[in-house]
């Protein structure tokens, strides 16, 4: 309640501003919020504009509302496109009505709220303001189904993000890149599952029900068309957005298909200028990180120009380098994982996790005493850049070899292999391992205190591609321990 006193006292000046909030109340007639603003000869223009949309009738009914509505003087030079074209119109005049309440006294000092509209409007009454539009008093004019408020500015409907991106002119190869992506879709989100692949073991889905009309952009990295949530988009001018894809496109070719190539580049240099929440220039140090962990640098004297949207900001670039190590990033392959794919044996052995505080993620696995020959854990590590990777183990020994069967005289051995998923003897596997490495790795360290990770092959990938590897042991029902993968990749 005081923080509320505090704001009313700066911006109306009043002395006392109850007074004038009581005072109104008690002034409160029987018209509603179209009569109102009929009975006021400086909201003619805005009532005509009611009129010929059919909100009279709108605001005319029980339900309740607030109407910020523009003075004449605020509507002498509405744009004719809005004018003249009745979608426009009533989409213009929406823009000014909300289903709710919104009391300057009894309001936050700011807030982002939805309007007929569609779009959403923020009140700012701490300045007294929605959105560039100033409050006049009086400040509060109640009717009895809602409250009038009195603006000098018209509220005129920004578009959103994905509205501006269809429609604009600038950056002509980034926005015509994301807008040919417009088509039939998959969402898994819509389609009946029908099972699971045998090879890949993902689901299966009948493609029938998962087909939409949408984009990627929208269902794979952020909805850029909902007006509820706040985003910040890059656009970057012709030569940066090809300079950026001449930088990483041999990191992502595939091997004797140049469209495919293209299309994974020009999708992996688009995908990172995409962000989570609306930044205003000056709130943005130097980097902006994007919706997949990657650090973008922002300039804000390379900024050409920028939008306001609905629903956040777009900013318009003439430089933008992402650096090759912070787009193309090492992977971490957790030994708890659940989702890797654990050989087991017979009588159910597959494994043990176990907590330890000094290991990576709180955990580490043992696969111990699992009579498969040589026995070991896949790891699916996804799309991998077409260039070399040093891999590396981190792995203790502190339970003497084997769980079951501990003994001082034996090593733990194992190695890593590129696997591809198979159909073996009728049944879900894996194809034997391409090792990376000709020599086993001997696990000696026995505390995450002393460990250190072990170097464990690095090979050159040809191709941009989806890779399955299998930590090995050195023989028949060798235990294999893990903490952790790491796949470092290398910049020749």
Same mark, same amino acid.
């Not at 701490?126 to 100033?134: N, Q």
């Not at 900001?313 to 787009?327: F, R």
């Not at 003897?425 to 205190?449: C, K, L, M, R, W």
């Given at each position: 309640m005081f923080f509320s006193a505090l704001i009313l006292i700066g911006f109306a000046g009043c002395q006392d501003p109850w007074e004038e909030h009581d005072k109104i109340n008690a002034d409160v007639t029987g018209d509603n919020l179209m009569e109102l603003i009929s009975s006021r000869p400086e909201l003619s223009a805005f009532a005509d504009y009611l009129h010929e949309t059919g909100m009279d009738s709108v605001i005319t009914s029980n339900r309740t509302y607030t109407v910020w509505a523009p003075n004449n003087d605020a509507l002498s030079a509405l744009d004719n496109a809005i004018v003249n074209d009745p979608v426009k119109l009533k989409q213009f005049v929406e823009n000014h009505i909300s289903l709710t309440l919104y009391s300057y006294f009894d309001a936050q000092p700011e807030g982002r709220i939805k309007t007929l509209s569609g779009k959403t409007i923020t009140l700012n009454y701490?300045?007294?303001?929605? !959105?560039?539009?100033?409050l006049i008093k009086p400040l509060d004019v109640p009717a009895k189904n809602g409250i009038l408020h009195i603006i %000098? &500015?018209?509220?005129?409907? &920004?578009?959103? @993000?994905?509205?501006?991106?269809?429609?604009?002119? #600038?950056? &002509?190869?980034?926005?015509?890149? =994301?807008?040919? #992506?417009t088509g039939e879709i998959f969402n898994p989100n819509v389609a009946r599952q029908t099972g699971y692949d045998p090879l890949t073991f993902e689901p299966v889905y009948d493609t029938v029900t998962g087909i939409v009309w949408s984009n990627p952009v929208l269902a794979y990295i952020r909805d850029l068309s909902d007006e509820d949530s706040l985003s910040t988009v890059f656009l970057v001018t012709d030569d940066v957005f090809q300079q950026e894809f001449d930088k990483f496109r041999k990191y992502y070719t595939v091997k004797n298909d140049d469209a495919k190539t293209d299309s994974i580049t020009h999708w992996n240099v688009a995908k990172d200028y995409i962000f989570r929440g609306r930044y205003d220039r000056n709130s943005i140090l130097d980097t902006l990180i994007s919706m997949f962990n990657v650090k973008v640098p922002f300039n804000k004297y390379a900024i050409d120009s920028a939008y306001s949207a609905s629903n956040g900001? *777009?900013? =318009? #670039?003439?430089?933008?380098? *992402?650096?090759?190590? !912070?787009?193309i990033q090492p992977i971490i392959l957790q030994g708890e994982d659940t989702t890797n794919f654990v050989i087991a044996d017979i009588s159910g052995?597959?494994?043990?996790? +176990?907590?330890?505080?000094?290991?990576?993620?709180?955990?580490?696995? @043992?696969? !111990?005493?699992? +009579?498969?020959?040589?026995?070991?854990? *896949?790891?699916? *590590?996804?799309?991998?850049?077409?260039? +070399?990777?040093k891999f590396y183990i981190r792995a203790i020994d502190d339970f003497n070899y084997s769980y079951r069967f501990p003994n001082t005289t034996d090593t733990i051995k194992e190695r890593i292999g590129s696997v591809m998923p198979? @159909? =073996?003897?009728?049944?879900?596997?894996?194809?034997?391992?391409?090792?990376?490495?000709? %020599?086993? =790795?001997?696990?000696? !360290?026995?505390?995450?205190?002393?460990t250190s990770e072990m170097p464990a092959g690095s090979p050159l990938f040809f191709s941009y591609s989806d890779l399955w590897i299998e930590l090995v042991g050195s023989g028949n029902n060798t235990t294999v321990a893990v903490d952790y993968i790491k796949l470092v990749p290398v910049f020749e």
């Open positions: 701490l300045d007294g303001k929605v !959105d560039d539009a100033g %000098d &500015k018209p509220l005129i409907p &920004k578009m959103n @993000i994905w509205e501006f991106i269809q429609t604009t002119d #600038l950056c &002509k190869a980034h926005t015509d890149y =994301i807008n040919s #992506l900001m *777009v900013y =318009i #670039l003439h430089d933008c380098p *992402v650096a090759l190590p !912070d787009k052995q597959t494994g043990y996790m +176990r907590k330890n505080p000094n290991a990576s993620g709180g955990y580490d696995f @043992i696969l !111990d005493n699992h +009579r498969a020959n040589p026995g070991g854990i *896949v790891f699916h *590590v996804g799309n991998i850049a077409s260039t +070399r990777y198979a @159909i =073996i003897d009728g049944e879900q596997g894996f194809t034997s391992p391409s090792p990376f490495t000709n %020599d086993y =790795i001997a696990v000696t !360290d026995t505390s995450y205190h002393t």
